[in-house]
Every structure is written in structure tokens, then in C-alpha cells.
């Protein structure tokens, strides 16, 4: 989604405002999610209970910022439907926010893996299910 997002200039837009998805909450929950994979690969390798809740506390913000760009894409992918120009339309495509093109089922399964993934990290980082 992050390419996406760029390569149909959401960066760009936003100077115009046509984005609804500011680029520090776009990059920081990239960012953040990123840090936080690399944490808890550490955690996989070192075993070290302070690893897993670094990473627990890393992706907590991720989620926020997971759900804020979730509410800000929601009312953008309700437009889809009412927008009257064609959806291949040259002219009108500087007026579509990049994160329009996002797939649904995309959006639906990151959702899902996301809140799979923070769950499995907060139940590994309380003992939870270890041998």
C-alpha cells in the first residue's frame, strides 16, 4: 500500500491537500512497523523477554496510527462510488487521493494480519501458550 500511496503521488499531494493521509503518519507507521519486525526477529533468535514487550510497545503505536489511516481511508473509498469522472480519466486523476486505489481486500487482510500479529506478540511476551 505504501507504493501505492507513492506511486500515485500521494506525497505530492500533499501541498494540495487532495491526500487525506499525512506523510509523517504514512512514513511512521512504516517506519515504526519496520523497527518493530527487526525487534522481535532479535527476540526470535536472543529469547529475551525484554525484546518481546520492546516490541509490543513498538507496534501499539503502529496500530493507532494503523487505525487513524484506517478512519481517514474510509469516507476516501466511500467517494470511489460517487466520484463522477471515469476511473481511467486523465484530467481528474490529480484530483484522486493516492490512497483511492488502495484494494479492498488489501486494506481488509493488512487490517487483519495486523491485529493477528499484535495479539500473538502480546500473548508471547506474557507467557502465554510457551512450552
Same mark, same amino acid.
Given at each position: #500500500?505504501l507504493? =501505492?500511496?507513492?506511486r500515485r503521488?500521494?506525497?505530492?499531494?500533499?501541498? =494540495?491537500? =487532495?491526500?487525506r !493521509?499525512p506523510a509523517?503518519v504514512v512514513?511512521g507507521h512504516?517506519a %515504526?512497523?519496520a523497527?518493530?519486525?527487526?525487534?522481535?526477529i532479535?527476540? %526470535?533468535?536472543?529469547d529475551?523477554?525484554? %525484546?518481546a514487550w520492546t516490541?509490543?510497545?513498538l507496534l501499539?503505536? *503502529?496500530?493507532?496510527?494503523g487505525?487513524v #489511516? !484506517?478512519?481517514?481511508w474510509?469516507?476516501?473509498?466511500?467517494?470511489?462510488? =460517487?466520484?463522477?469522472?471515469?476511473?481511467?480519466?486523465?484530467g481528474?486523476?490529480?484530483a *484522486?487521493?493516492a490512497?483511492?486505489?488502495?484494494?479492498?481486500?488489501v486494506?481488509l487482510?493488512?487490517?487483519l494480519l495486523?491485529?493477528?500479529t499484535?495479539? !500473538?506478540?502480546? %500473548?508471547t511476551a506474557?507467557?502465554?501458550?510457551?512450552?
Open positions: #500500500m507504493g =501505492t500511496w507513492i503521488g500521494g506525497i505530492r499531494q500533499q501541498q =494540495t491537500g =487532495t491526500s !493521509l509523517p512514513f512504516f %515504526l512497523a523497527i518493530g519486525l527487526v525487534v522481535w532479535i527476540y %526470535l533468535v536472543a529475551k523477554d525484554a %525484546l516490541a509490543f510497545g501499539l503505536p *503502529v496500530a493507532l496510527l487505525f #489511516m !484506517l478512519a481517514r474510509i469516507p476516501v473509498y466511500r467517494e470511489r462510488a =460517487t466520484a463522477g469522472a471515469p476511473a481511467g480519466a486523465r481528474a486523476e490529480g *484522486v487521493p490512497e483511492r486505489h488502495f484494494p479492498v481486500p486494506v487482510a493488512h487490517g495486523a491485529v493477528a499484535l495479539v !500473538l506478540v502480546l %500473548l506474557l507467557g502465554i501458550g510457551g512450552g
